[in-house]
Every structure is written in structure tokens, then in C-alpha cells.
């Protein structure tokens, strides 16, 4: 085993390998050095308080400890702690808001029928301010989706492996969080 010194140096996934075989909290503390502020910004981002976005980065860190084993290597570990992170979040503001966020199934017939190019425009065009404040009014699923490809700048490929969903299905989520975006933009901001 490396030295604590050099377990620094280590690539994410070297380091979560040598963290689940030993659960050395030392080396874990690496791990919550190197992504703490950017699972504090993604909290910050859904509580929208300070300190309610420290309490989540804890919670997520301490789940993240018992759940680490789980990290497979599909991806590479920041996406899934990315994803690990969002999942948390929406968790969170589900039971928060005691919504229920209706699951939606995706007819593959409607793929081909996406007109991209027309709700790609509609989305770029709006104000960004108005902007946040309708992101605050979908589901947090879709939210977090839009998030992911367009704060984030996932791949489809990157958010197909966070979300363990194939890639038609992935594009069918985007494309209708997109148009439910622009209805509730249209409807409260225009």
C-alpha cells in the first residue's frame, strides 16, 4: 500500500479501490478534499441555502462512504459521484415538496418525430434569469437531466451510464424536460 503521501497522487479510481478494501477514513478524506466543493455547488444549486447545502454535502459524503463498493468503473468516478450527488439532491427536494414525480415512459416511435433544431432555438433564446426561475418550477428529474447536458456538459453516453438508461431513452427524457421548459418559460416569463 502507498503512503498517504503518495495515495494523493492516485487517480480517482485507484483511490476508491484502495478505500474499499481498507475503508481507511484517511484516504477517504482525500477522496472528500478533491470533490467537496463540487458536491457543495450541485447541493447549493438544488437548496438554494448555504447552510442546508453544507448539511446535504455531508449527507452525501457520509452516504458516499457506505455506498463507495458500489462504483463499478463504468464511468469514470466524478460522473458517478456526479450522478451519486443529483440523485441525492432530487431525493431531497422530493420529500422536501412531497412531490410525486410521475415516471415517464418513452415511446420509441416518438424519437424519430423530434424536431430538435425548432426546440433547440425556442431554448436558446431565452433569458437567463427567467431561465432559473423556470428550472425551479419543472420536476426535479427533469431539472437535473437539463443539468446534465447543458450546465454540465455530459455526453449522452455520460448520461446514459449516470442515469442507467439507454440512449434513445436519454434523448427522449432531454428533448420532453426541454419542451416542458419552454411551456412553463412561455407560460410564466414571456
Not at 133 to 153: G, N, R, T, V
Request: charged share 30%.
Amino acid at each position: 500500500m502507498k503512503t498517504l503521501t503518495n495515495s494523493t497522487e492516485l487517480p480517482d479510481e485507484d483511490l476508491v479501490k484502495a478505500i474499499v478494501s481498507t475503508n481507511d477514513t484517511l484516504l477517504f478524506e482525500i477522496l472528500y478534499d478533491r470533490y467537496s466543493r463540487l458536491v457543495f455547488n450541485k447541493c447549493y444549486g438544488f437548496a438554494k441555502d448555504e447552510e442546508e447545502a453544507k448539511d446535504l454535502t455531508q449527507d452525501v459524503f457520509l452516504k458516499l462512504f457506505v455506498k463507495l463498493a458500489s462504483f463499478k468503473g463504468t464511468a469514470k468516478f466524478s460522473t458517478w459521484l456526479y450522478a451519486f450527488t443529483y440523485n441525492h439532491c432530487v431525493n431531497y427536494v422530493t420529500r422536501n415538496t412531497a412531490k410525486k414525480i410521475e415516471k415517464q415512459s418513452v415511446d420509441y416511435a416518438d424519437i424519430e418525430n423530434i424536431s430538435d433544431i425548432e426546440c433547440e432555438s425556442d431554448f436558446l433564446t431565452m433569458k437567463v434569469d427567467k431561465l432559473q426561475a423556470a428550472l425551479e418550477l419543472i420536476s426535479p428529474d427533469e431539472k437535473m437531466i437539463l443539468l446534465l447536458k447543458y450546465q454540465d456538459f455530459l455526453s449522452i453516453k455520460d448520461i446514459e451510464s449516470v442515469l442507467g438508461i439507454g440512449e434513445s431513452a436519454v434523448k427522449m427524457r432531454i428533448k420532453r424536460a426541454k419542451d416542458r421548459l419552454i411551456t412553463v418559460y412561455n407560460e410564466n416569463f414571456s
